[in-house]
């Protein structure tokens, strides 16, 4: 009988899933035979006969194997394929369900900081904190874009569209075109596919988030020949409610005003 052996990751894999290292042995000598009785998986996998029930059994119990009635029992390896994709969509909602529990926690406890304003220095901090900020946002999100850094379209785009279909009612005022890493870029071009309102004009090289009024986040750059230093981006990371309510005001005031007149594009 051949004895088959497998890489380490695919031993961790399954101790992941929360079997024993007996539980492991006969799993991968059952699939080697596909069906087989206790003692050809004891032979096969070196688990000592006074043990091969017993971790037959929990193997059962555990959904790897099926335990077919006879003289002798015989166990049927249930196929990979099939336990790996019942543990990954369980894994998922356990992981989401957790996600969503600690999520509630973190967002109900920040304003309880004393200074509940951060500085985040560096464009990939910025850009992964901009995310996080939107993948909270229940009710509004103002973005207003006056530059962007390498690869944060795309970034910004995705996590924007899954906003929009949780409903919420997302406000974009960008410049009309944008410098990137020296290339000048018609933004709109990028993410006028949105299903949200979208309007240009030429604003201040800075850029913000705010969402439901309670939180914003406001980036700055130093400026060279009019092109921004992306190695000195800084990012202000803002939970006071009334400042986030103020500068939320204040957007809205903006939207409204006939700055837009001549160079603005909509989508409803």
Same mark, same amino acid.
């Given at each position: 009988?051949?004895?088959?052996?497998?890489?380490? *990751?695919?031993?961790?894999?399954?101790?992941?899933? /929360?079997?024993?290292?007996?539980?492991?042995?006969?799993?991968?000598?059952?699939?080697?035979?596909? #069906?087989?009785?206790?003692?050809?998986?004891?032979? +096969?996998?070196? &688990?000592?006969?006074? %043990?091969?029930?017993? &971790?037959?059994?929990?193997?059962?119990? !555990?959904?790897? &194997?099926?335990?077919?009635?006879?003289?002798?029992?015989?166990? #049927?390896?249930?196929?990979? $394929?099939?336990?790996?994709?019942?543990?990954?969509?369980?894994?998922?909602?356990?992981?989401?369900?957790?996600?969503?529990?600690?999520?509630?926690?973190?967002? @109900?406890?920040?304003? *309880?900081?004393? +200074?509940?304003?951060?500085?985040? $220095?560096?464009?990939? %901090?910025?850009?992964? %904190?901009?995310?996080?900020?939107?993948?909270?946002?229940?009710?509004?999100?103002?973005?207003?874009? /006056?530059?962007?850094?390498?690869?944060?379209?795309?970034?910004?785009?995705?996590?924007? @569209?899954?906003?929009?279909?949780?409903? =919420? $009612? =997302?406000?974009?005022?960008?410049?009309?075109?944008? @410098?990137?890493?020296?290339? !000048?870029?018609?933004?709109?071009?990028?993410?006028?596919?949105?299903?949200?309102?979208?309007?240009?004009? *030429?604003?201040?090289?800075?850029?913000?988030?705010?969402?439901?009024?309670?939180?914003?986040?406001?980036?700055?750059?130093?400026?060279?020949?009019?092109?921004?230093?992306?190695?000195? +981006?800084?990012?202000?990371?803002?939970?006071?409610?009334?400042?986030?309510?103020?500068?939320?005001?204040?957007?809205?005031?903006?939207?409204?005003?006939?700055?837009? *007149?001549?160079?603005?594009?909509?989508?409803?």
């Amino acid at each position: 009988m051949v004895k088959i052996s497998v890489n380490r *990751n695919t031993l961790l894999a399954l101790k992941s899933l /929360g079997l024993s290292d007996y539980e492991i042995k006969a799993y991968i000598a059952n699939i080697s035979i596909i #069906s087989g009785t206790a003692t050809e998986i004891s032979l +096969a996998s070196n &688990v000592p006969r006074s %043990k091969i029930y017993e &971790v037959l059994k929990s193997l059962a119990k !555990k959904g790897f &194997v099926e335990i077919i009635r006879g003289k002798p029992l015989k166990f #049927s390896v249930i196929p990979p $394929h099939e336990i790996f994709e019942k543990s990954r969509n369980q894994m998922k909602e356990q992981m989401d369900d957790a996600e969503n529990e600690l999520s509630i926690i973190y967002e @109900n406890q920040i304003p *309880n900081v004393p +200074a509940p304003m951060w500085l985040i $220095h560096g464009p990939e %901090k910025i850009v992964k %904190k901009e995310i996080e900020i939107i993948s909270r946002a229940k009710k509004s999100l103002f973005i207003l874009g /006056g530059f962007m850094f390498k690869d944060e379209v795309s970034k910004l785009k995705e996590s924007l @569209n899954k906003a929009i279909k949780r409903g =919420v $009612h =997302v406000k974009v005022i960008l410049a009309p075109f944008l @410098n990137v890493d020296n290339d !000048k870029i018609s933004i709109l071009e990028e993410i006028c596919e949105l299903e949200c309102e979208i309007k240009t004009i *030429n604003v201040p090289l800075i850029k913000m988030v705010v969402r439901d009024d309670k939180e914003m986040l406001m980036g700055v750059c130093k400026i060279k020949n009019n092109k921004i230093m992306p190695q000195t +981006a800084i990012g202000m990371w803002n939970q006071y409610n009334e400042l986030s309510e103020t500068i939320s005001g204040l957007y809205s005031f903006i939207w409204t005003t006939e700055l837009f *007149n001549n160079e603005m594009i909509e989508k409803i």
